[in-house]
Structures are given as C-alpha cells and as structure tokens.
C-alpha cells in the first residue's frame, strides 16, 4: 500500500495505526479549514458511487482518470470540494478522513487532527528572511540539481542527502 495511489495509500496507514490501537491521527493538509476538509471527505463518501460513474463517463471522453475525477466532484460536489483536492496533502488527507470515517462506523473511536501546511505548497519554495520553507519535492529537484538546501533544511539533512546522491551518481 506504501507505493500505492492515495486511497490505498491512506487505507493501509489508517488500518494499521487503528489496529495498533491510536486514538488520534494527525497529518498535514493545504487547506486552512480542517472542517472544509471534513466536509468534502464526507461528501465524497456520500456520493462515491455517483461520482465514479460520472467519472467512467468522463473517462470516455479521454481524460485521464485523475481530470476525470476531478471534473466529476466539480459537478456533484461543486467548486469548493473539487478545490479542496487539487492538491497532494489535501487528497491524502481526504483519503485519511474517509478511512478514519470507515472505522468510527464500527465503533472506532479515532479523532483526527488536520494540521495546515505553512508556508510554500508541495513542490514549491517561499523564502522567509534567512529561513525558508520548501515543499519535499523541489528539495529532491534541488538536491539532485547539486544546489544548496540550506536554507530550507538543517545542515545535516542537507550534508547526508548530498553523500546519498553523490553516491549514485
């Protein structure tokens, strides 16, 4: 499941955090509103067959299954929810809240704790003074670019990747 799509991904991590017996899971999003986030998960449960049929259908018109998708919680959800998953975080979130909502339905007791990501989204970077936030994707670009991490990492982070990929190269 680790090396799975989002909703396999979430439904492995949830399932076994569940089993180990946690009460609360906390995991960060992009969206500002964790009950916006709460609200669109149980939307999708609500409506989920109506949505993969709108998205088969889509599909055949040519678009990949994530437009697809996509453009089908546009027109059954509406504009807020399909923006609510445009974005890496907030899909896996989504797929976490629906999990978590799969096990409080047989008497699970699991809080979730929808922490926002701060700072630049998921593949960009925003500097901030000396320091700077970075998505994890463009610090593997930068890394792999051979630039400096500094200001987005600690040292050492920075010092062990380099030895990392001075390895494979």
């Not at 067959?49 to 990949?64: V, W």
């Not at 699991?110 to 990501?117: A, F, H, S």
């Amino acid at each position: 499941f680790a090396c799975n799509r989002a909703p396999v991904f979430a439904r492995g991590g949830v399932d076994i955090l569940v089993k180990a017996g946690v009460g609360c899971i906390s995991f960060g999003c992009e969206c500002s509103e964790p009950e916006l986030l709460r609200n669109t998960a149980s939307a999708l449960l609500a409506e989920e067959g109506t949505i993969a049929e709108r998205t088969g259908e889509i599909m055949k018109e040519g678009c990949s299954h994530a437009a697809a998708h996509q453009e089908a919680v546009r027109e059954i959800l509406g504009k807020d929810a399909a923006e609510t998953i445009r974005t890496p975080n907030n899909i896996l979130g989504v797929e976490y809240l629906k999990r978590m909502e799969f096990w409080r339905n047989r008497g699970i007791d699991i809080e979730d704790i929808p922490v926002p990501r701060k700072g630049a989204g998921y593949f960009g970077i925003e500097n901030l003074g000396e320091r700077g936030f970075a998505g994890a994707s463009e610090i593997r670009r930068l890394l792999a670019e051979g630039k400096s991490v500094s200001a987005y990492v600690p040292g050492i982070i920075e010092a062990e990747n380099r030895e990392k990929i001075d390895k494979e190269m």
